[in-house]
């Protein structure tokens, strides 16, 4: 395994009582694709929430390029370059979509009108939808789109790893092709990337390695190769007898 540039160890998250992340252990290597996957209220999302310290954890560490991170604000993980796209997208709708793409670059400093332009067109050369749109609202593309565009956004912040939750969700599977075929790409260009997907399938061929999670506990690791031959993965998240 390549060395971690994230590391969480032994967290947990609660929310008042209720204990929804109860002691994971997860590494991402430099220039690794990582899925977590798991299926409705597994602590998927928790768990990145956790890591971007939107609701950090009650217990354990989380550290990123050897650092402890546990005790910064969100925007100070961002500023480190942990980007977390949520589910459910969060694009600025009477924005258009040049204006949203152009957002994900606000907490860059000293940066130039040529440097974001040039950044804004390679955004547009791995989704040339959204310059063939660039002008339209977000808020009226179709869900694809908006996930295209939400990525996007993300690599505007230049990334040293990106967070990624069910960027599949909802989409056609031309759409879910499209997304994860970026999601190579981005990887090939040496962002790490932690995937979190129900689509398991898909997840485990674009990661190298796996994580499954029920009710907040990891219950199996490995190459994301073994994973999709494990019986218990198979029978549970590839839908096999
Ligand atoms: N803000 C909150 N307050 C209380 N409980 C919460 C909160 N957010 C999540 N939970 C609970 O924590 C558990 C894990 O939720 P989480 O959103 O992490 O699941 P998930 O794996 O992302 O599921 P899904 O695939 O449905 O998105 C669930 O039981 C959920 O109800
Ligand atoms: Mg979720």
């Known amino acids: 395994m390549p060395e971690a540039l994230l590391e969480l160890k032994d967290v947990h998250v609660r929310y008042g009582v209720i204990e929804a992340v109860r002691g994971i252990n997860l590494t991402v290597g430099e220039s690794e694709v990582v899925t977590l996957i798991g299926g409705n209220g597994a602590g998927k999302t928790t768990t990145l929430r956790a890591i971007s310290m939107v609701h950090g954890p009650s217990r354990g560490e989380i550290l990123f390029r050897g ?3 546990t005790s910064l604000r969100s925007d100070e993980v961002v500023s480190r370059g942990i980007i ?3 589910e459910g997208r969060h694009i600025f709708p009477s924005m258009s979509v040049a204006e ?8 860059r400093k000293k940066t ?3 440097e974001l332009n040039e950044d804004v067109d390679r955004v547009f050369m791995l989704f ?3 310059k063939e749109r660039r002008k339209q609202a977000g808020g009226t593309l179709s869900g694809g789109e908006q996930q295209m565009l939400a990525i996007g956004r993300a690599l505007m912040a230049k990334p040293k790893l ?5 960027p599949s969700m909802g989409l056609a599977p031309q759409v879910v092709e499209t997304v994860f075929g970026v999601v190579e790409t981005i990887n090939s260009e040496g ?3 932690l995937l979190i997907e129900q689509n398991a399938q898909m997840a485990l061929q674009a990661a190298s390695r796996g994580y499954v999670i029920e009710t907040g506990e990891i219950v199996l690791e490995d190459k994301a190769q073994s994973l999709l031959g494990n019986d218990r993965v198979r029978k549970a998240y590839l839908g096999e007898e």
């Open 191 to 193: 962002i790490p990337v």
């Open 162 to 166: 990106l967070m990624l939750d069910e």
């Open 67 to 69: 650092e402890d991170i």
């Open 100 to 107: 949203n793409i152009e957002m994900g670059a606000f907490q």
């Open 112 to 114: 130039s009108r040529k």
């Open 128 to 130: 040339p939808r959204m």
């Open 84 to 86: 977390h796209v949520p």
